[in-house]
């Protein structure tokens, strides 16, 4: 069992920036791939960043050259560096792991990619 907890959300005004980690209970012995995926009202999950052991990363269209993830294993932590933030980033921001399989890790997020996920923590970006 993973367990994941997330940190580091809050209100910013667009343009600002954030940095959201999240703690994992292991994050090298039992995880395929990891990534952070957000769900603002109304509207569906997205996959915004996605990283796997080998040090591959994606990223979503909406947030290339903007948003970068990293791991720091040492410290089984996980990170979200969000620069340049929009509006329409504004959502509820999830860390979420794969146990097994990583070939289905860098093809982008799709419903039932991870099995663990955290409680999410929320980011608020005004005009």
């Known amino acids: 069992q993973v367990q994941l907890v997330e940190s580091g959300g809050g209100s910013v005004q667009a343009g600002g920036s954030l940095r959201l980690s999240c703690a994992g209970s292991t994050l090298t012995q039992s995880i395929a791939c990891m990534g952070w995926v957000r769900q603002a009202p109304g509207k569906e999950r997205e996959g915004v960043a996605g990283?796997?052991?080998?040090?591959?990363?994606y990223y979503a269209d909406s947030v290339k050259g903007r948003f970068t993830i990293s791991q720091d294993n040492a410290k089984n932590t996980l990170y979200l560096q969000m620069n340049s933030l929009k509006p329409e980033d504004t959502a509820m921001y999830y860390c979420?792991?794969?146990?097994?399989?990583?070939?289905?890790?860098?093809?982008?997020?799709?419903?039932?990619?991870?099995?663990?996920w955290g409680q999410g923590t929320a980011v608020n970006v005004s005009t």
């Open positions: 979420a792991a794969r146990s097994s399989g990583r070939l289905y890790c860098m093809s982008g997020y799709w419903d039932g990619l991870y099995n663990y």
């Open positions: 990283f796997d052991g080998d040090g591959n990363t």
